[in-house]
């Protein structure tokens, strides 16, 4: 996606306004920067281009995926998300000893081993919190784009995403899995499984879609 960091911004300064005068205007012409609370007026962006707050530097909104190309991204990243948690993630032969796991079957080692509170943080941060939020994004975009009417609770489902978007960890779990099997691999025999390619896949699939902010899901739905 081309992005063009130019003083867009925010069009200009004389495009600032205080809260109060928002309130008599129509709320979709303007916009709220969520770190300093700077609100400005609309303008229309170019394909790729992208707003940011004077103030701050902070991303206000952009031109960027439509919701129709963001669906094939969701559902692509449940397909490589059901694969991942399917498969072994790696197999470890030692002097002809072969053993293999999955994630959830790591999980649960965790918890037999009496390290319950990590397996939880991995539990929630891989599992749990990002197979909430594309399910949730699933939802909507169905609702949006096949049904053609909007979802019902589509304001809680967001504020739910934007939560689960903070504790969704897939890329830190890929890289402690990577760092840990270059330490092992001096020591045992270790043969990638299908579920470590996937893993990495649906890293990539997952920074798509998190890269369009649920502020700009939810000004793409008002101008439904």
Known sequence: MHSID??????????????????NQHAENFVCCEECDVVYKRIELKKGEKAYCLRCGAGLYKNGRTLEQLLPLVIASLIMFAISNAYPIVQIELQGIRSETTLFGAVLAMFQEGRGLVALLVLFTTIIFP???????????????????K?????????????????????????????????????????????????????????????????????????I
Do not use: H
């Open 131 to 149: 197979l909430c939020e594309l399910l949730l994004l699933l939802y909507i975009l169905i609702s949006l784009n096949v049904l053609k009417t």
């Open 151 to 223: 979802p019902i609770g589509m304001a809680i489902a967001l504020r739910i995403i934007r939560v689960f978007r903070i504790w969704g960890m897939i890329e830190v779990f890929l890289i402690g899995v990577l760092v840990t099997l270059v330490k092992l691999v001096v020591m045992v025999t270790i043969i990638p499984g299908i579920a470590l390619w996937s893993f990495a896949i649906l890293t990539v699939l997952m920074v798509l879609v998190i890269s369009v902010k649920v502020s700009d899901i939810w000004d793409q739905v008002e101008k």
């Open 6 to 23: 130019s003083e867009i911004a925010a069009a200009s300064e004389d495009q600032q306004l205080p809260a109060s005068e928002n309130m």
